[in-house]
């Protein structure tokens, strides 16, 4: 069984920067990512960001393109949402996921592990 520790989260005012991280202890044989998504109260999971495991594909949600950068680190399992630029609608609490089968990259349904999230907090 993976499991997922996220950290990083907290309060920061509007324009500010936070670095989330995500360490898994293990790596399943079928994980090809690693992604982010986050969930504001009273609203569904959304995806955020993803990088494929092999390769260096990304992919963002087009509120975040420009001022967040998803990266990994493979030797660690590891992997880092850096957030800039952050603004009130940015918060929510944050999850990291391992993605295990193949399909849309944005689909709840395609990550079979989930982290206990992390919330963030930007303040206006």
């Known amino acids: 069984q993976v499991q997922l520790v996220e950290s990083g989260g907290g309060l920061v005012q509007a324009g500010g920067s936070l670095r989330l991280s995500c360490a898994a202890s293990g790596r399943p044989f079928n994980m090809n990512a690693m992604g982010w998504f986050r969930q504001a109260p009273g609203k569904e999971r959304e995806f955020v960001a993803v990088?494929?495991?092999?390769?260096?594909?990304?992919l963002y949600t087009d509120s975040v393109k420009g001022r967040f950068t998803i990266s990994r680190d493979e030797a660690k399992n590891t992997v880092y949402l850096q957030m800039n630029s952050l603004k009130p609608e940015d918060t929510a609490v944050y999850y990291c996921?391992?993605?295990?089968?193949?399909?849309?990259?944005?689909?709840?349904?395609?990550?079979?592990?989930w982290g206990q999230g992390t919330q963030v907090t930007v303040s206006s």
């Open positions: 990088t494929s495991w092999s390769a260096s594909n990304t």
């Open positions: 996921a391992v993605r295990t089968s193949y399909g849309d990259w944005t689909q709840v349904a395609h990550y079979a592990f």
